[in-house]
């Protein structure tokens, strides 16, 4: 039954384990990554056991299954403005005033600078961590940090392709190759602190863990990586301190305002939070209609990244790093969202299920966007999709039948007409809990996440292994 008759509506149920990372360790605990369903998908039960794929809502018009060329699919700018980053010396305040001015800041003498790491170096590593590290090696310069936990990466394009290997390498081993150099091919080596066991050359991670995230410490990671490396546009959605030991980098910013023009990949791709505009290409000139923040980070300097905030990262020497994730507020406001119930009934139809989430999702995109909603799906959501490919199913019987059922529901066939306002009522009732929590968000960030909701909850009616009937319910119309 319908939530609000009696019955307990659905919940969009999160995974336990989250990959919050730039290139972080598979193995790493995660602090600050949208959860995800985890149960699977049996279409044949209507289409309806929650999973962890998910679906676009985006139209009919947007060019899917043609092969676009990366230089073709993006756009340029004129507008854009290259801004210096500021430097602050820490003080008792310093995490709650980066927070709230909200853009790229280099800090000076934070508590970073008082942990024995900031003393590392190669010789003293070799000597010390003993383990066996997740090392990501590569032939090529540009890392675009990929997720096994995500279930679909489209075709084997080369837009899809990850070009590194995933590999253990033994610490001594790898600490004397960053030391001495290796032309051969490029490492890049990241996870959490634990792994290195050495816990006394770190301190309290409550000293740099940022307000917002009050019932725990930040995670404390570590990074290595050989000269030349180079870290591919994405976000990531904590609150980041990021401080350099040994060596230094070149840190690229753009505003959370910036996917419209770098392409976000679909949520449930494995290159999911990276920009589809590679490094290679948006280094050649302008971009971005607004800011573009670039730094050089020394030792012993550290530098806040928002959350939702693109950037990539330049490697100028082989270097070594430490930062602290904080999950952010409009992470954890998030988190509240897939908590919240969904009025959808596992035992309809699939027809019905199908057309309950196409006016649940409506009703919220016209609560949170008024003018923008038809901007936000034909720009937000369908840049998801210019570059990555996907096989045309279209006539698939699938397809067909789901075809179908939009036209039922435009006839009133799903519903009875004497029925449809009631139906309509009980199945958007929920949605001024979600209404009011993503307009708790800054407008960009609240786009950002509003496309992940809309393929997160489309995800739960099409099934983990139907995705790739997804193009043939993009332009599909309901009502």
Known sequence: ?????????????????????????????????????????????????????????????????TVWGIEDAIETSNNERCVSVESVAWSSSTLVDLVLQGKPIVVENTPFTTWPCMDWTWPYLQNSVHADLPVKLSRTAEFKYSTSSKPYSGSAAATNRVNYSNIVMNAKKLFHRLQNGDSSSYVYASGEAELLGIPEDFGDPRDVSFPADMHSDAQINFWFGSMGVTADWH??????????????????????????????????????????????????????????????????????????????????????????????????????????????????????LLYGAWLFVD??????????????????????YKLVKYSNADENEHCLALKQCAADARMNQLVPAEELDIFKSAVTSRVADHVMLFLSMARDVRAINLGNFVEHLYSMVLGVDHQEYMPCLLGLAWQ
């Not at 384990?17 to 605990?29: H, L, M, P, T, V």
């Not at 980098?249 to 305002?257: D, E, M, V």
């Not at 300097?301 to 082989?318: D, E, K, M, N, R």
């Open 235 to 352: 976000y990531d959605t904590s609150d980041n301190l990021h401080a350099m030991i040994h060596g230094n980098k070149t840190f690229h910013l753009y505003p959370p305002s910036a996917f419209r023009q770098l392409g976000l990949y679909p949520s449930i791709h494995h290159f999911y939070r990276q920009a589809q505009v590679p490094f290679n290409i948006s280094s050649r000139g302008k971009l971005v209609n607004g800011d573009k923040y670039s730094v050089t980070l020394q030792a012993d300097q550290a530098l806040y990244i928002p959350p939702y905030w693109f950037h990539s990262v330049q490697t100028h020497v082989a270097s070594m790093s430490v930062n602290a994730w904080s999950q952010s507020e409009a992470f954890l406001t998030m988190e509240k969202i897939y908590q919240l119930p969904i009025a959808l009934e596992s035992d309809w139809p699939r027809c019905k």
């Open 1 to 65: 039954m319908v939530a609000g008759r009696g019955a307990t509506a659905n919940r969009l149920v999160p995974a336990a384990k989250r990959d919050e990372s730039d290139y972080s360790s598979a193995s790493g605990r995660s602090k600050s990554e949208e959860k995800s369903p985890r149960t699977n998908a049996n279409v044949s039960r209507l289409l309806i056991i929650f999973t962890a794929a998910v679906l676009p809502l985006i139209s009919a018009t947007v060019v899917i299954l």
């Open 363 to 384: 009703e919220v995109l016209h609560k949170t966007l008024s003018d923008e909603r038809a901007v936000f799906l034909a720009h937000t959501l369908a840049s998801r």
